[in-house]
């Protein structure tokens, strides 16, 4: 098993995010506890490409301070939405014989979308720890409707289990 920590860098980890201090408490909590179960803690960064605001070289691409990695912890770069498209991670997943992945981050609609569905597709038992990802107001959504649209229609029980902090943690803790 590992905590995967998606896009939670300093450019959009900010109070604009829906529920945003719930979210960071709950992602620090996550992390805390990951460490002290031995589980691992994985991060994925957004690289937008040169020219633009996210990106790799800029103070806004790194990870935010509140969920800083360990110095022996991974960071794995991408510059699509999925957490496994050319970044080498699922490789990496694979040469430790992981199955489980529970994911937390940034944005619900967009990249933990992406890395759910992945995930699922490519074999892996997904766990969504509930208000441990978050995204902002767009033209068609409220954040709250997004995340609510995700995290309790979308992907439960489907692609993923959506469960409580406490029950992650509990998983974890197994």
């Known amino acids: 098993m590992v ?3 998606v896009d939670t860098q300093k450019l959009i980890t900010n109070e604009q995010l829906y529920n945003f201090n719930v979210f960071k408490s709950n992602v620090k909590l996550l992390i805390e506890k990951a460490r002290a179960n031995s589980v691992e803690v994985i991060y994925v960064r957004h690289d937008d490409g040169v020219g633009a605001d996210l990106t790799k070289g800029t103070d806004g691409f790194e990870i935010f301070d ?10 794995f770069d991408k510059t699509v939405n999925s957490s496994f498209k050319g970044t080498q991670l699922l490789e990496y997943l694979h040469s430790k014989a992981e199955t489980e992945v529970i994911v937390v981050g940034l944005q619900t609609d967009y990249c933990i979308d992406a890395t759910v569905k992945c995930g699922f597709e490519h074999g892996f038992r997904i766990i969504v720890p509930a208000y441990a990802n978050t995204t902002f107001d767009n033209k068609f959504m409220s954040a709250e409707q997004s995340y609510r649209y995700y995290n309790e229609f979308m ?11 406490e029950e992650a943690i509990e998983i974890m803790e197994k």
């Open 3 to 5: 905590l995967l920590v």
């Open 66 to 75: 509140e969920f800083k990695p360990a110095k022996n912890e991974r960071i």
């Open 155 to 165: 992907w439960k029980n489907r692609y993923a289990e959506c469960v409580s902090v």
